[in-house]
């Protein structure tokens, strides 16, 4: 875990010297368009995240084992995290370029509404702490947020909006952006497994605090 | 506000979300925290 944060420190660095010293500034943008690294790559997270949270909760209505439920809390929690990050960003950076900071565009309306959606598992979560009937309403409306998730991806290419689309832009990128974005995912990616994994392992003691309580 | 200060509230963020989750996290999985000691049998 000490390994694991240390490189992550490392790997958030480089990507943060990436951004400022080695990717060039767009040129109509400007500055801001660094914004850009580490939205995109939070929002990669956020679709692990909440991935993770969807498969875990239907394995633990499938096989009913308390342990996927704790990877399932601890997809959702730190899916939500990387929500916000991606949600308090994103509007920074549409101010100066579309003037508004919220406009609702089919991919940022969608975005809000899994962040409602997995904030409202959070609080059930909370709800319905201990009891095991609760974790099978939490793994239920997980799986139902789930159906969210595509739309967020193919809300650029169902409906037309402003936001742009990254996936499959490649080709009009510099390769120094590319790269720099590449370095940024794999980095947030460390700080997302590492967040992750310590979520995981706290809701594996919590669940035998609640064991400890009923015995 | 010009484009360098949404950089900069940006970043902010960037740094201070994990930070803060990260740090009670931290605290939660200490050893000594009440959140993973609390509700444990007083021994006799």
Known sequence: ?215 | MNHLNYLISAYVVFLALPMIYGIRLICLLNKNSPAINVGQAKKP
């Open chain 1, 1 to 215: 875990m000490k390994k694991l944060l240390l490189i992550t420190i490392l790997a958030l660095l480089t990507s943060l010297y990436l951004i400022f010293f080695y990717a060039p500034e767009e040129a109509t943008q400007g500055i801001v368009q660094k914004i850009f690294y580490f939205h995109v790559s939070s929002a990669f997270c956020m679709y692990f995240g909440f991935g993770l949270a969807g498969l875990f909760s239907f394995l633990y209505l499938w096989k009913k084992k308390e342990i996927y439920d704790c990877y399932a809390h601890a997809g959702a929690s730190v899916g939500l995290l990387f929500c916000t990050m991606v949600l308090m960003s994103g509007p920074l950076w549409a101010k100066p370029i579309w003037g508004t900071y919220w406009t609702w565009d089919p991919r940022l309306t969608t975005t809000l509404l899994i962040w409602l959606l997995f904030v409202s598992v959070a609080l059930l979560r909370r709800f319905y702490e201990g009891d095991p009937k609760g974790k099978k309403a939490v793994a239920i409306l997980t799986l139902f947020s789930m159906a969210d998730l595509p739309l967020i991806f193919l809300a650029v290419k169902l409906w037309r909006g402003v936001h742009p689309t990254v996936l499959g832009e490649k080709e009009s990128m510099p390769q120094e952006m590319h790269i720099t974005l590449m370095a940024t995912s794999l980095s947030v990616t460390l700080l997302f497994i590492l967040l992750y994994t310590a979520r995981a392992k706290l809701a594996l003691l919590e669940e035998k605090l609640i064991d400890r309580r009923i015995s």
